[in-house]
């Protein structure tokens, strides 16, 4: 049972490496550049992330799990600080539209979840 909940969570980990993997990507021929980067902006090591990508691991430390689980959180709220700041341009364009707001509303509430969530840790 143990060893296959450690499975699920390789899997999982692995699925959101992948995900920030695509994620930074520029083109179909930047994987590697990409990973560089990955490197640089959130401390991940480069010949980890190889092995995560090119290998099946057979063992995993818990800080590579911890901090591939914090910068894939991490990107991803940069992408929802993102997508906010575009549609909130929308709107100051003048765009009168409830979807619009309605998106902006879900925004700002995972936004702030996402605030109170990192504030208890």
């Known amino acids: 049972m143990l060893k296959k909940n450690l499975q699920n969570a390789m ?3 692995t699925a959101m490496y992948r995900d920030m993997l695509a994620r930074e ?3 179909p021929s930047d994987c590697e550049g990409a990973m560089h980067r990955i ?3 959130f401390g991940l090591d480069y010949w980890q992330q190889w092995a995560l990508r090119y290998r099946s691991p057979k063992r995993v430390a818990v800080d590579l799990v911890n901090t ?3 910068a894939h959180f991490k990107m991803l709220e940069q992408s929802v ?3 906010l700041s575009l549609l909130q341009i929308e709107l100051a ?3 009168d539209d409830d979807d619009l707001k309605s ?6 509430a995972i936004l702030a979840k996402i605030e ?3 504030a208890q840790q």
């Open 68 to 70: 591939i689980k914090q």
């Open 25 to 27: 990507m520029r083109g």
């Open 81 to 83: 600080r993102r997508d």
């Open 11 to 13: 899997t999982d980990v």
């Open 103 to 108: 998106l902006v509303a879900e925004a700002e």
């Open 116 to 118: 109170s969530k990192r």
């Open 93 to 95: 364009k003048g765009a």
């Open 39 to 41: 490197q640089a902006k």
